[in-house]
């Protein structure tokens, strides 16, 4: 899987996802968050543009150590020629971000130098 970092040194990479597994499938461009260590990250907009089924409430540690509450929702993956579920937390974030979850088991590289990002 190829990505590319961006002008402000984010690496990003397209996933698909839809909403089950005969559902349309949408290309979403992520940036890749190693201190995530959940799946995905959208915000509501693209939640509600996707049509993803909401799963529960779940509590999420900030980077600033403090709790909060945060929304969930199912979404299926097209990760490495399968299909995969993975949970989407909602956030108000400017891009949405892929974590450590769906990143287990591979290996990142990321060149800031040739601007290409490469999960295997």
Known sequence: MMGFVDERNRALISVKVASGLDSKVAEVLVWIDTAFDGHLVFSKDLISMLELDS???????LADGSKVAMESYFSVVEWFGKKVPAQVIE???????????LLA???????YETKQVAIT
């Not at 799963?55 to 540690?61: D, G, K, M, P, R």
């Not at 088991?105 to 060149?111: D, F, L, Q």
């Open 105 to 111: 088991g591979r290996t990142v590289y990321i060149n």
């Open 55 to 61: 799963l529960v409430e779940t509590e999420a540690i």
């Open 91 to 101: 956030n108000e974030g400017r891009l949405p971000l892929l974590g450590t979850g």
